[in-house]
């Protein structure tokens, strides 16, 4: 086994670059016993077609994740492109972050109102991934809008995108 060098890419430089690979943008929310939680999430991907399985990241410096890891599931929300507020009310520590947030009610979690989709996961597995843990999650139920325009990140801004 080939012995793992240290990494000589500094940690700003490789967010820098990786700003330049434009992410969709979701809220992951979920039926907490106190009421509803979520938060932004931009690491979601496809991992499996059968069993219909994906992941998210979250940060371990998240106080947002272990609430939600402790629900057990939780629903994906893909935000549109007028969300950016929403998504900003999402990031910020300590608010009550679905203050003024239209949502209904959904098996896994609080849908968004006018999200481009929801997708709805039950946690399966995490593995730990440097700073952040992977989390591999069962797909329970998803459902897409028609005609939204999703927001994406890129190079540190929010933007929208139309086919």
Not at 98 to 127: D, K, M, S, T
Not at 141 to 147: F, N, R, T
């Amino acid at each position: 086994m080939r012995q793992q060098q240290p990494s000589s890419v500094v940690p700003q430089e490789f967010r820098r670059v990786l700003g330049h690979l434009p992410t969709g943008v979701t809220a992951v929310t979920a039926h907490g016993p106190e009421g509803p939680i979520g938060m932004v999430v931009n690491s979601v991907t496809s991992v499996s077609l059968d069993p219909p399985l994906l992941l998210i990241c979250p940060a371990k410096s998240s106080s947002t994740w272990p609430a939600l890891r402790a629900v057990g599931e939780f629903c994906v929300n893909v935000m549109a492109g007028h969300h950016e507020q929403v998504c900003r009310a999402f990031a910020r520590p300590g608010a009550d972050r679905f203050a003024g947030v239209a949502w209904h009610e959904r098996a896994a979690g609080p849908g968004i109102e006018e999200a481009v989709a929801w997708i709805g996961c039950r946690v399966l597995q995490e593995h730990d991934a440097g700073d952040h843990t992977i989390v591999v999650a069962e797909v329970t139920d998803l459902e897409a809008a028609s005609d939204v325009a999703p927001l994406v990140f890129f190079r540190g801004a929010y933007g929208t995108f139309t086919a």
